[in-house]
Every structure is written in structure tokens, then in C-alpha cells.
């Protein structure tokens, strides 16, 4: 009986025990443990979270991070290398602000690690253009989920995005040039190949009713319409695609007629594909400005 009691004593400290030496494996999990390790001023833990190889070396990047809680975004993971966008409270402590920096990890022997000295470069010796980083992620997001619900207030963002660029140099510009016309013309090629499928799909369906048909005719002429502003692509272009193919999105979840099913589930598998390409091209635009 004493032996039973034992056990039973024993288990929750066993957990404990366990839970304490597991190590965090995924970059996530990994940064979310360094910054807490940072918040709690904890060199040690530090050391073993990151490429620092000395604790004595512990700086802290010359900042107070006690109860710091950073906010993550945006993850991409290359082979051996992971940066993880990190929102951080802004330096003079205002109240809601965040600032917009990266953590950077590598994979060493199978773990993967915050890379210490570049992410503190990141952090000490911010670019100019970290408050357009910052703007390009969050309207990246933005723009991705319009392609599934309206969003009112879009256009003012890309104009917004668009004057941003502009007090930047010739140089940061010509480098997005291209990201951007990439992703004009696949974009292009998308709305394209969609306004194409919709008019098969009324062809094939002339006794669907008015109203789905209505629908169908509008979404075309407005696709084939926001097509024609991308030969010359630019924000004021994305943003009038973006919204074209929102109310696609709602014009085809609405549809009543069964003969149109099949399109549907194509349709917005097509959607899910764009909204994909939608992230990788603000995610190149992003690195085009580092």
C-alpha cells in the first residue's frame, strides 16, 4: 500500500521533470522561448536558445526587456534558415505601439537556434525602411483576406503604401519593381483564366436562373475590367483586382443553381491559389526593401 502511495506522490514530479527538460524543436517554439528567456534577463537560457556562445556575453541588446511579450507574424522557413517577423513594444514605451523587427534562426545540428547577432543587429541598427515592412506585412495580410470578404477601406491603404514608396530611394524602388511586376502578371493571368471559366460556365448553363446568371455576366466584365489595369500594374491596379475578385469570391458563394457546383468548388479553389500568390509576392516585396 505504502509502495501505491509512492507512486501516485511521484507522478506529478516525474511530469514536471519531464515537462522541464523538453526542448522547444520548431523555430516558433524556439523564438517564443528565447524572448522569454530575454524578458526574464536569463543568460543561460539565452546561450542555449541561441548562437551566443558565452552567457558572460549576454547584452541584451543594450535594452530592459523585463515582461516583454512580443506578438509573432509572418514564418518562413528555407532549408536551414528561419525568420519569424516579431512585433516588440516600441523603445519609448508607448502604450499599444509595436515595432516591427525580425528573428532570425539557423539549424545547427538538428536544432534550430535564434541567430543572436543578427537578430541583434536587426534590433540595435534598425533600416529606414522597417516602418515599410512593417506596412507592407500587415497589408499583405489585409489584401490576401479580401479575396474572400469585402474590404472598404483597401484603397485607402494602397495609397497609403504607394506615397510610402515614393519618400524611399530610386534604388529601393527599382528593387521592388520587379517583385511587382511578377506578380502583376500572374495576377493578370489569373483574373484572365477565372473571367474565361465563368463565361464557360454560363455557355454550358443558359436555363440557370436570372439571378445566377446576373451574377455570373457581372463578376465576368468586372474581372475582365480589372484585368486590363494590370498591363500597367501598381497599387491603385491591386487594389481594384483585390476587390474584383472579393466580390467574386461573394457572388459565387451565393450562387442557388446545383448546375454550378462543380465550378463553384473550382472557383474557389482558384481563390485559395491567388491568395497563396498574394503572400508570396508580398513577402518578396518585403525582402526586396532589406
Known amino acids: 500500500m505504502s509502495y501505491a502511495w509512492l507512486k501516485v506522490a511521484l507522478l506529478p514530479l516525474v511530469v514536471a521533470f519531464v515537462a522541464g527538460c523538453s526542448k522547444p524543436e520548431t523555430p516558433q517554439e524556439v523564438a517564443a522561448e ?15 536558445l541561441s548562437t551566443l556562445a558565452d552567457p ?7 535594452r ?23 512585433r516588440l513594444p516600441s ?5 499599444g505601439e509595436r515595432r516591427e523587427v525580425v528573428t532570425y534562426l539557423v539549424e545547427l545540428n538538428g536544432d534550430w537556434l535564434v541567430d543572436y547577432d543578427r ?15 512593417g506596412e507592407i506585412n500587415r497589408l499583405g495580410e489585409r489584401l ?40 502583376g502578371r500572374a495576377l493578370q493571368e ?19 436562373p436570372a439571378r445566377d446568371r446576373s451574377a455570373l455576366q ?8 480589372s484585368s486590363d489595369r494590370l498591363d500597367d500594374p501598381d497599387f491603385d491596379a491591386f487594389a481594384d483586382s483585390s476587390r474584383a475578385l472579393a466580390e467574386a469570391g461573394a457572388r459565387f458563394s451565393q450562387l442557388s443553381d446545383e448546375s454550378f457546383r462543380n465550378y463553384q468548388q473550382e472557383w474557389h479553389a482558384r481563390l485559395e491559389e491567388i491568395r497563396e500568390r498574394t503572400n508570396a509576392f508580398f513577402e518578396d516585396l518585403g525582402n526586396s526593401q532589406r
Do not use: C
Open 119 to 133: 537578430t541583434g543587429t536587426a534590433i540595435m541598427n534598425p533600416s529606414p525602411l522597417d516602418g515599410l515592412m
Open 34 to 48: 528565447f524572448w522569454q528567456a530575454m524578458a526574464e534577463d536569463d543568460a543561460d537560457a539565452v546561450a542555449n
Open 218 to 225: 457581372q463578376t465576368a466584365a468586372d474581372l475582365h475590367q
Open 190 to 208: 489569373f483574373m484572365e483564366e477565372l473571367e474565361k471559366s465563368v463565361e464557360e460556365a454560363l455557355e454550358e448553363n443558359q436555363q440557370a
Open 91 to 95: 523603445e519609448d514605451g508607448a502604450t
Open 144 to 183: 490576401s483576406a479580401t479575396f474572400s470578404r469585402s474590404s472598404d477601406d483597401l484603397t485607402s491603404q494602397m495609397d497609403a503604401m504607394a506615397r510610402e514608396f515614393e519618400a524611399y530611394s530610386d534604388e529601393a524602388a527599382r528593387k521592388a519593381e520587379q517583385a511587382m511586376e511578377d506578380y
Open 64 to 86: 530592459d526587456w523585463f515582461e516583454t511579450v512580443p506578438d509573432f507574424g509572418r514564418v518562413v522557413i528555407e532549408e536551414r534558415k528561419a525568420t519569424i517577423v516579431t
Open 56 to 62: 558572460s556575453a549576454f547584452d541584451g541588446y543594450r
